[in-house]
């Protein structure tokens, strides 16, 4: 026995859907579909397939420490050594500071946000009416992720500070051997564990964001998110800019003072200078990336779920580019190694470089690298979209269907009515029950020792086993019967059901490489449903 999937999606598709009706409230209303009910790469649901993205996270994540590791092992002179330390303790100083002002200003923020939130922003109860202010409990929501927007945004500044402090005093006692290669390596090296670390950071929150929270607190908590990491990063970026400066300008007028040279060790300033230059160099930019990276996220969902109202096509397209996303870890982590092999087989023992070759190089191998998986990527996610793929592309996927469904034949039918949890109506069954059935050969007559008998004829009883049930003998391609439940069908309706699927084989098989939104056929039943 074979499936009427075709047939079925087929009729499905070219019935109308209603306008989607979203309600008022922005991000912090949204409510995200069930990724589960979308299938890719073959019988992967949604859900399913981005919980390996965690897996490429927890990489990102072991790189970028690992990272972090290599280069605070790297060999150093004690005077050097101390000096990144104590331009690190002064960041660190700095850095604690922020944290108090961030918290302090977080309070602020934060009240103006549960007012907001709890009392002005439009959204809908539970009958559907429109109120103004959310729960309690998701402006809570809000506020709490927020803080965890805040502690990414201030986590990864503290990082990218370590990061570079390490790599600055070991970059100076590298550049002593007079070769020019670690002058370029260990800097990357140091990017590379920031910016893989930065990404997966953020990449895991959203993720586990996405696939474990409900559905209808998942935009509150998105939009929470997105407050904390924008207010962190923008304190950030703000005072470490003005924190520069006044380090620099304090190095200037010590200079003056002690009539020495700004970059002179025994000018006062130069700590204090090389502080405001981690600082402003460091931590402002990791915050930033940070909050970039995930409000570009947290807009790109708002915008699918806004802007289109398939469930369907909402799924495909928020799997697809959180699937991109990772691909883009992967992309970044492959490209530097590739590009790292290559310059320190031509670098390494060279007295002279330039250092511009082996960058450009890196950004022209992650873009066609980038590229290239994105193409393969997005052909193997969602090689349609919005369930409009050709019949041949419904044919594959109904084969792989049924293999799938072979493969798990012993599967009893209570289990499969369990998970699909039908609506109960005691006057029927709950589920509508199609039998489609094709033969190859024709029925043959019976011989037995001696007593033969003609080929069996069908008889009809007054009875029907399924709902509906069609039976076709491909060696003649006519249909040997249509059997139908007479409580549920009008003779006329499958007389024209009958044509219609005869006129739709005839141009399937014209056509098959034809969108199924572009089917005659379909329009015709389409403009029928419109009248009746």
């Given at each position: 026995?074979?499936?009427?999937?075709?047939?079925?999606?087929?009729?499905?598709?070219?019935?109308?859907?209603?306008?989607?009706?979203?309600?008022?409230?922005?991000?912090?209303?949204?409510?995200?579909?069930?990724?589960?009910?979308?299938?890719?790469?073959?019988?992967?649901?949604g859900?399913?397939?981005?919980?390996?993205?965690?897996?490429i996270?927890?990489?990102?994540?072991?790189?970028g420490?690992?990272?972090?590791?290599?280069?605070?092992?790297?060999?150093?002179?004690?005077?050097?050594?101390?000096?990144?330390?104590?331009?690190?303790?002064?960041?660190?100083?700095?850095?604690?500071?922020?944290?108090?002002?961030?918290?302090?200003?977080?309070?602020?923020?934060?009240?103006?946000?549960?007012?907001y939130?709890?009392?002005?922003?439009?959204?809908?109860?539970?009958?559907?009416?429109?109120?103004?202010?959310?729960?309690?409990?998701?402006?809570?929501?809000?506020?709490?992720?927020?803080?965890?927007?805040?502690?990414?945004?201030?986590?990864?500044?503290?990082?990218?500070?370590?990061?570079?402090?390490?790599?600055?005093?070991?970059?100076?006692?590298?550049?002593l051997t007079?070769?020019?290669?670690?002058?370029?390596?260990?800097?990357?090296?140091?990017?590379?564990?920031?910016?893989?670390?930065?990404?997966s950071?953020e990449?895991?929150?959203?993720?586990?964001?996405?696939?474990?929270?409900?559905?209808?607190y998942?935009?509150?908590?998105?939009?929470?998110?997105?407050?904390?990491?924008?207010?962190?990063?923008?304190?950030?970026?703000?005072?470490?800019?003005?924190?520069?400066?006044?380090?620099?300008?304090?190095?200037?007028?010590?200079?003056i003072?002690?009539?020495?040279?700004?970059?002179?060790?025994?000018?006062?300033?130069?700590?204090?200078?090389?502080?405001?230059?981690?600082?402003?160099?460091?931590?402002?930019?990791s915050?930033?990336?940070?909050?970039?990276?995930?409000?570009?996220?947290?807009?790109?969902?708002?915008?699918i779920?806004?802007?289109?109202?398939?469930?369907?096509?909402?799924?495909?397209?928020?799997?697809?580019?959180?699937?991109?996303?990772?691909?883009?870890?992967?992309?970044?982590?492959?490209?530097?190694?590739?590009?790292?092999?290559?310059?320190?087989a031509?670098?390494?023992?060279?007295?002279?470089?330039?250092?511009?070759?082996?960058?450009?190089?890196?950004?022209?191998?992650?873009?066609?690298?980038?590229?290239?998986?994105?193409?393969?990527?997005?052909?193997l996610?969602?090689?349609?979209?919005?369930?409009?793929?050709?019949?041949?592309g419904?044919?594959?996927?109904?084969?792989?269907?049924?293999?799938?469904?072979?493969?798990?034949?012993?599967?009893?039918?209570e289990?499969?009515v369990?998970?699909?949890?039908?609506?109960?109506?005691?006057?029927?069954?709950?589920?509508?029950?199609?039998?489609?059935?094709s033969?190859?050969?024709?029925?043959?007559?019976?011989?037995?020792?001696?007593?033969?008998?003609?080929?069996?004829?069908?008889?009809?009883?007054?009875?029907?086993?399924?709902?509906?049930?069609?039976?076709?003998?491909?060696?003649?391609?006519?249909?040997?019967?249509?059997?139908?439940?007479?409580?549920?069908?009008?003779?006329?309706t499958?007389?024209?059901?009958?044509?219609?699927?005869?006129?739709?084989?005839?141009?399937?098989?014209?056509?098959?490489?034809?969108?199924?939104?572009?089917?005659?056929?379909?329009?015709?039943?389409?403009?029928?449903?419109?009248?009746?």
């Open positions: 026995m074979t499936s009427l999937t075709p047939l079925l999606a087929f009729l499905g598709f070219v019935q109308d859907a209603a306008p989607a009706q979203h309600a008022a409230g922005g991000e912090a209303a949204l409510v995200l579909p069930d990724l589960a009910k979308a299938l890719f790469l073959g019988g992967i649901n859900r399913s397939l981005l919980l390996w993205g965690l897996v996270c927890a990489l990102g994540l072991v790189f420490l690992a990272t972090y590791m290599q280069l605070k092992n790297l060999p150093v002179h004690r005077a050097m050594r101390e000096i990144s330390e104590l331009i690190y303790e002064t960041c660190k100083t700095y850095l604690l500071t922020q944290g108090r002002f961030l918290l302090i200003l977080w309070v602020f923020i934060g009240a103006i946000v549960a007012l939130f709890g009392t002005l922003a439009q959204t809908t109860d539970a009958t559907g009416a429109m109120v103004r202010g959310f729960p309690a409990t998701k402006v809570i929501i809000i506020l709490l992720f927020s803080l965890i927007g805040i502690a990414g945004s201030y986590g990864v500044a503290w990082f990218g500070i370590r990061v570079n402090t390490f790599a600055n005093s070991r970059t100076a006692f590298a550049s007079g070769k020019p290669y670690p002058n370029h390596a260990i800097p990357l090296k140091a990017g590379m564990s920031i910016g893989m670390l930065l990404i950071v990449l895991l929150l959203m993720l586990l964001i996405l696939l474990f929270i409900p559905g209808d998942a935009g509150p908590c998105f939009i929470g998110f997105a407050i904390g990491e924008s207010l962190g990063a923008a304190a950030l970026r703000v005072a470490g800019g003005i924190f520069t400066k006044i380090a620099d300008i304090g190095a200037d007028l010590m200079k003072v002690f009539k020495i040279k700004e970059d002179d060790a025994r000018n006062p300033g130069v700590i204090a200078d090389c502080t405001g230059d981690n600082a402003g160099d460091s931590v402002g930019p915050a930033d990336g940070f909050e970039t990276y995930g409000v570009t996220g947290v807009a790109l969902i708002s915008f779920l806004l802007a289109v109202h398939q469930p369907l096509v909402q799924i495909q397209l928020l799997v697809w580019i959180f699937a991109m996303r990772v691909m883009m870890v992967i992309a970044s982590g492959l490209s530097y190694f590739l590009n790292a092999a290559f310059a320190k031509r670098y390494q023992n060279a007295d002279h470089m330039n250092f511009e070759t082996p960058l450009t190089t890196l950004v022209w191998l992650t873009s066609l690298v980038s590229v290239a998986l994105t193409f393969v990527a997005s052909r996610l969602i090689p349609s979209i919005g369930g409009d793929p050709t019949f041949r419904v044919v594959r996927n109904v084969d792989r269907v049924v293999l799938r469904a072979i493969a798990n034949s012993d599967l009893s039918f289990k499969i369990e998970a699909v949890q039908p609506s109960r109506d005691p006057s029927r069954t709950p589920l509508f029950q199609i039998s489609f059935r033969r190859t050969q024709p029925y043959a007559s019976l011989q037995l020792h001696g007593v033969s008998s003609a080929a069996p004829e069908f008889l009809d009883n007054g009875t029907a086993k399924f709902d509906l049930a069609l039976e076709l003998e491909s060696s003649t391609g006519k249909a040997c019967f249509i059997e139908y439940c007479t409580d549920l069908f009008k003779e006329h499958i007389i024209q059901m009958e044509n219609d699927f005869q006129n739709l084989l005839r141009e399937l098989i014209a056509e098959p490489d034809a969108r199924l939104s572009k089917l005659k056929v379909a329009a015709e039943i389409s403009q029928r449903l419109r009248r009746a």
